[in-house]
């Protein structure tokens, strides 16, 4: 099956008692047994739940894996694979992570003697360097945010399975209809669900794909011993986001196009963003492992005063203001002031994220309206 068509039917069954064509939602906490231990695969909804299982299987599906475990948010799934590890084990992570990534990490799992190094992946050198016999993972997102650094996922696969641990990549900026990391040797898929696949800004969730049984099963043992698990509405409103992810997607990526090109000629730009452009450093690598380049896009302005990105923030009409990304409307913000206040300036500017960067997440509208508003923001 190709995508489209598995996005549609791909872990969805008709209803057993019904035949409905739509999963249920089955809003239920429990299930009746006609003597002890005879169910029909479900006992209790922490542990499992039908309208989950078919979110669950419709997503393994989707990233060309066995095994989905969601989540009651992506934080919720990174806190499951930590959870797989001992005090003395060690993770080799992207220096460029979302905040709330780095925050786990470093805030509660640190505290829990897991050791974390945090490097520049853009060369596997300082990978390579960075491993020692303790490291069990290396864990990456790519492309990243908000700098849309793009990571050779293939070649951090060969030097996870050099030193015998695991790869596993957030792929919530790509999404599954971009790229397939299991593909490319990765082993565990995580997914900020609350993005691209729910897509319509109305769910948060976190999910995790994966294609080895037993790792499966160590994660679902995770899943159901620490309870992080979503509720059956919430599945549902995902199944049908699902249903138009590879048409979303395709219009995120061309609104995401034209808009990346528009920019690029603006006069009061400085740099843009967007790995589908030949001038971005990593293009090579995106055009070799993603099948588009997203609507991810990010831009600084001439002069690199904050007072001008703050003056465009409050001036669009149809970008709102807000942090997320990924739905079908069309939102900017400012990592600065917004996502990545917390870091201190001198850091922010060591990273490349001056204070005029703006961060958009190129939604679904009609892209001459989207420009239009961006023209008189700049204005
Ligand atoms: C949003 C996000 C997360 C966290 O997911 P939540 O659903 O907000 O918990 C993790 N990684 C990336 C790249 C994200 O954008």
């Known amino acids: ?40 695969g479900y006992e209790y909804s922490r542990t499992h739940n039908p309208t989950r299982t078919a979110l669950q299987n419709a997503l393994a599906a989707l990233e060309n894996g066995t095994h989905g475990l969601c989540f009651a948010t992506g934080m919720a799934s990174i806190d499951a694979i930590c959870k797989l590890f001992k005090p003395g084990d060690e ?11 780095y925050r786990l990490f470093t805030k509660i799992f640190e505290g829990f003697g897991l050791k974390f190094r945090f490097v520049d992946m853009g060369d596997p050198a300082n990978v390579a360097a960075a491993m020692t016999p303790n490291t069990k993972l290396i864990w990456l997102e790519t492309p990243t945010n908000p700098l849309l ?51 319509h800004s109305d769910v948060v969730m976190g999910a995790l794909v994966v294609k080895d049984a037993a790792l499966a099963e160590r994660l679902a043992f995770i899943q159901n011993s620490s309870g992080a698990t979503p509720g059956p509405q919430d599945c549902f409103l995902v199944l049908r986001g699902l249903k138009t992810l590879h048409l979303r997607m395709q219009r995120h990526c061309e609104n995401g196009a034209e808009v990346a090109e528009w920019l690029v000629k603006h006069p009061k730009v400085e740099r843009v963003y ?8 990593n293009h090579a690598i995106a055009k070799a492992q993603m099948r588009g380049f997203g609507g991810m896009i990010s831009f600084t302005l001439k002069g690199d005063r904050m007072e001008d990105a703050m003056k465009v923030l409050s001036s ?17 913000g400012h990592p600065a002031s917004m996502t990545h206040a917390s870091i201190p300036r001198e850091e922010r ?3 490349g994220l001056a204070d005029t960067l703006i961060r958009l997440s190129v939604g679904l509208e009609d892209v001459e309206d989207l420009i239009a508003d961006l023209e008189q923001a700049l204005a």
């Open 349 to 351: 500017l060591k990273n």
């Open 274 to 281: 967007w790995p589908g452009l030949p001038t971005h450093p």
């Open 91 to 101: 993770i080799v992570s992207t220096n460029d992570l979302y905040g709330g990534t």
């Open 1 to 40: 099956m190709r995508f489209g068509t598995k996005a549609i039917h791909a872990g969805v069954e008709p209803d057993p008692t019904t035949g409905a064509i739509m999963t249920p939602i089955y809003q239920t906490s429990t299930y009746v047994q006609a003597a002890p231990g005879d169910h029909k």
């Open 316 to 332: 669009t009409e149809l970008f709102c203001l807000a942090e997320s990304l990924g739905g079908v409307e069309s939102l900017l």
């Open 149 to 199: 650094k793009v990571i050779d996922i293939a070649a951090m696969a060969a030097l996870a399975k050099k030193h015998g641990c695991l790869l596993g990549v957030d792929n919530t900026f790509a999404s599954p209809y971009l790229q397939n990391p299991l593909d490319m040797g990765a082993d565990i898929i995580m997914h900020s669900v609350t993005k691209y696949l729910g897509g």
